[in-house]
């Protein structure tokens, strides 16, 4: 330890080099008056005119009048693309005749539907799986096995098994939620600090007041992004699971297009699509605001 | 496997706490070692000691919250722990984590009667996140507080507070132990933080109880009475310190 210092003999000639430094700094002081100065403009002043918003919208604009450009001019024609004034028109036909609305509403209820038991058979799992030991040795095991099965690889076996109505494209969409929520509600659980379990413990909680207490709403934060998978997974589900022996809903109304190679059709189809899966994602983020409004990390508001 | 955990304190016995022949054992290796610890009513004991010495695996024994051990612990029924962090629920606010874990169905004045006792009745409503590291731990002695324990565990309460926190939550455990009257155990590592509370000073090392200080100033003390200094410097020695060093 005390080899690291210096010897006392030593420490003289270290101090002297720095007070000839400051000699010299003394004599900078006629140096600094000569230093040439550069104004630091603030960040405002420099003439930020056009605000943000308008700038973020403008690359879309261009690139939509790009599109119109580009199909009016004949470069893009209408089996390939159709215009955008042309998707706009078709689409205002589509609402105007309720064909668009009665398969929004058809997609929607199969989503719905999808969701809830997707969501009530993911949760659940969880659940079994979290808090119990037995659980998690029973349910873990062939969740993990089935996760890895690409569930729109299913969809022969579910129609031979539900025939082609609804069932099969509930079931598919249930399937392609579970995972997601099962995963992220059951690592939700097991992610809860274990000081706070301790802490619950030292206050007298009972086994379900530390569950209810605790454990359940440490795994929120994990369960809502598990939510938000399951979402995004679903207009997938039911995007595959319409394309075949549909007679309603939103990818009939694509399927039926592509027939007839109406390529402005199926583009409504695909803005409805990214519509309701953006309404979606917008949902869960205001769940999220209110339910995770305690979290440290939350910025929102 | 110990045979008398946790039950209660029958009324003619005069401790708050009694431990016998206690050994806690981690792979083998006794980190306490047939330790002996009685605690009176209404005492104030501070436990010191190196860490890593076992004294928060002690309180954590005393808490319930370690059961893997031998030998006997009397601890009564009521009894509360303030950890080292506030471990507040982050997802409930002030008020009701206060009444986490109450029997029946407590109404909020309880909390608030308890946040005011710790000069936190205008944050009842918030968020643990929103409050400062003072705060959060004035938050968790009064969740502790409501209990009405007869033991108050304290597993460095004032560790991760700043200096000037520190003094203020140290003389707020002072006077709520003085209204109260229940047992505390005090675990830290801050030698003056013992002198200044405590009746009885323990010094664990080795698994055991190794040396017993009875503090016997006046209260309120003066960390500038000679006696207090002298008192401070012997733990100190009994710790390993050399405070000959430490004064110059």
Same mark, same amino acid.
């Given at each position: ?100 609305? &009665?398969?929004? $509403?058809?997609?929607?209820?199969? %989503?719905?539907? @999808?969701? =809830?038991? /997707?969501? !009530?058979? *993911? ?82 909680? &009972?086994?379900? $007041?530390?569950?209810?207490?605790? %454990?359940?709403? @440490?795994? =929120?934060? /994990?369960? !809502?992004? *598990? ?75 | ?248």
């Amino acid at each position: 330890m005390s080899i690291s210092h210096a010897p006392p003999g030593a420490s003289e000639p270290d101090i002297s080099p720095i007070s000839v430094d400051k000699g010299n700094a003394a004599g900078g002081d006629q140096v600094a008056l000569d230093l040439d100065l550069v104004p630091i403009t603030p960040a405002s002043s420099r003439g930020t005119r056009v605000p943000r918003w308008l700038r973020r919208t403008s690359g879309p604009v261009l690139l939509l009048l790009l599109w119109q450009l580009l199909s009016s001019t004949g470069v893009l024609t209408s089996d390939v693309l159709a215009s955008p004034g042309r998707i706009a028109q078709v689409a205002g036909d589509l609402i105007g005749n309720g064909s668009l609305t &009665s398969a929004m $509403g058809t997609s929607l209820q199969r %989503v719905a539907f @999808g969701l =809830l038991f /997707g969501t !009530l058979i *993911g949760t659940g799992l969880a659940l079994v799986s979290g808090l119990f030991r037995i659980g998690e040795d029973l349910v873990d095991a062939p969740v993990q096995m089935l996760r890895t099965v690409p569930f729109v690889g299913l969809i022969p076996l579910f129609i031979i098994w539900f025939g082609i109505g609804e069932a099969p494209k509930v079931a598919i969409i249930t399937l392609g939620v579970t995972f997601p929520l099962y995963l992220n509600v059951y690592a939700g659980i097991r992610g809860v600090d274990s000081q706070l379990i301790e802490a619950g413990e030292s206050l007298g909680l &009972s086994r379900w $007041g530390l569950v209810r207490h605790v %454990v359940l709403p @440490g795994a =929120l934060p /994990g369960a !809502l992004t *598990g939510l938000r998978y399951s979402l995004g997974i679903a207009w997938l589900a039911l995007v595959f699971a319409e394309q075949i022996n549909a007679d309603a809903g939103i990818g009939f109304l694509m399927v039926q297009a592509r027939d007839f190679l109406q390529t402005d059709v199926i583009v409504v189809c695909l803005i409805v699509y990214a519509f309701l899966g953006l309404l979606a994602d917008f949902i869960v983020r205001s769940l999220e605001k209110v339910l995770l409004q305690w979290r440290p990390t939350f910025t929102g508001r | 496997m110990a045979t008398d955990v946790h039950r209660p304190v029958s009324p003619t016995v005069t401790h708050a706490v009694q431990v016998e022949g206690l050994t806690r054992s981690f792979d083998g290796r006794a980190v306490i070692d047939n330790l002996r610890l009685d605690v009176r009513p209404s005492e104030f004991v501070a436990l010191l000691g190196r860490s890593g010495c076992g004294k928060s695996t002690l309180l954590r024994i005393l808490a319930g919250l370690d059961r893997d051990i031998q030998g006997t612990v009397l601890v009564p029924r009521r009894k509360a722990v303030a950890f080292q962090a506030p471990r507040l629920m982050p997802w409930k606010r002030v008020w009701r984590n206060v009444l986490l874990g109450l029997p029946g169905k407590p109404t909020r004045s309880v909390a608030e009667q308890a946040l005011t006792e710790v000069g936190l009745s205008h944050r009842s409503d918030a968020w643990p996140k929103t409050l400062s590291g003072g705060e959060a731990q004035r938050a968790s002695l009064a969740r502790a507080l409501v209990r009405e324990p007869d033991l108050l565990l304290l597993d460095e309460p004032f560790g991760a507070l700043d200096a000037l926190t520190r003094i203020k939550a140290q003389r707020l455990v002072g006077e709520l132990w003085q209204r109260r009257g229940c047992a505390v155990l005090l675990v830290t590592h801050d030698v003056e933080e013992a002198v200044l509370l405590a009746d009885r000073v323990l010094v664990m090392d080795d698994g055991v109880i190794a040396h017993e200080q009875r503090i016997d100033l006046d209260r309120p003390r003066d960390i500038t009475d000679p006696r207090f200094a002298e008192l401070r410097a012997g733990l100190l020695e009994r710790l390993g310190v050399d405070t000959t060093a430490e004064a110059a």
